[in-house]
């Protein structure tokens, strides 16, 4: 929902995604910013209330793993420093592509064994131009 209303605000280009069991892999580019707060800091401020929300209501003993002794905040749904890494040319997109899309494929996971199968992914659109989610840009069209 968020990643939605960042694109269509064009604070936010979504090349690609995954959704995994405990994290995501985005390979976005933050658009032109006149707002006080970043995309990526709207995006994970977003989220964290929706997961806390939802777990309120539908699972407070899984809500209990997030709990957290700061003096700032009462759970962490985010790690605090994301592994951010620039991609630099086209061929350092296609690596980051494979490996995220592959991810579902991995032996840890074995969520499919094809990452068009895999639902929460950017994979179909890459293979068949299907954006299921609305939210995604064509790297090698931008």
């Keep these: 929902m968020e990643a939605y209303k960042l694109t269509n605000q064009n604070r ?5 995604f995954v959704i995994m069991l405990n994290h995501l892999h985005i390979i976005w580019a933050e658009n032109k910013n006149i707002r006080k707060e970043s995309a990526k800091a709207s995006f994970f401020k977003f989220t964290a209330h929706q997961f806390l929300k939802t ?3 539908e699972d407070q003993s899984l809500l209990k793993l997030f709990l957290v002794n700061k003096s700032d905040r009462k759970y962490q749904f985010w790690q605090r420093n994301t592994l951010d890494i ?12 494979n490996y995220l899309h592959n991810n579902p494929l991995q032996m840890q996971w074995q969520l499919v064994n094809d990452p068009i199968k895999y639902r929460y992914s950017s994979a179909s659109y890459y293979e068949k ?14």
């Design 55 to 57: 777990l309120k209501i």
């Design 86 to 97: 620039e991609i630099l040319s086209d061929n350092m997109f296609d690596q980051k592509l």
């Design 12 to 16: 936010l280009t979504v090349f690609a």
């Design 129 to 142: 131009n299907v954006d299921e989610f609305g939210i995604l840009t064509d790297y090698y069209l931008a």
